[in-house]
């Protein structure tokens, strides 16, 4: 059987179509677990933060740390606050998701990071 271009095209299109939605998949599964982290650094639930944490997040991040850095972004999200997903890179094992979180309080934008591998946080970053 010959090599037919526009059934080529139509496996090209199919493939391409199948990895678009496996991603947009893995993209709201991350804003959703990313969303979640948040909502758990405002109530200042640690056991709720790290459900979802690798064994070294875990370990690096004590109650704390973690209570210091909710007191920080409760000052911040006080006034209300929307995420927007922005991207995703990979480095060195893990898919490191980019969001723009904008207060309402019109204060700067943080560019907030969440590394991923196998579902589990591996860290989460605010600059």
Same mark, same amino acid.
Do not use: H, W
């Given at each position: 059987m010959k090599?037919?271009?526009?059934?080529?095209?139509?496996?090209?299109?199919?493939?391409?179509?199948?990895?678009f939605t496996l991603h947009a998949a893995d993209n709201?599964?991350?804003e959703k677990i990313f969303k979640g982290l948040i909502t758990a650094q405002t109530a200042k639930d640690?056991?709720?933060f790290v459900a979802d944490a690798d064994d070294n997040l875990k370990a690096a991040l004590t109650k704390t740390q973690f209570d210091a850095a909710s007191n920080v972004i409760i000052k911040r999200t006080?006034? *209300?606050? +929307?995420t927007t997903?922005?991207?995703? #890179?990979?480095?060195h094992g893990y898919q490191?998701?980019? @969001?723009?979180?904008?207060?309402?309080d019109g *204060?700067? +934008?943080?560019?907030?990071?969440?590394? #991923?591998k196998a579902d589990k946080v591996g860290g989460?970053? @605010?600059k």
């Open positions: 090599n037919n271009p526009i059934r080529i095209a139509l496996f090209i299109a199919a493939f391409s179509l199948c990895s709201a599964q991350a640690y056991d709720a006080s006034g *209300g606050y +929307d997903f922005l991207g995703e #890179l990979n480095q490191v998701f980019l @969001f723009r979180l904008r207060f309402k *204060g700067d +934008d943080i560019l907030g990071t969440m590394s #991923l989460i970053y @605010f």
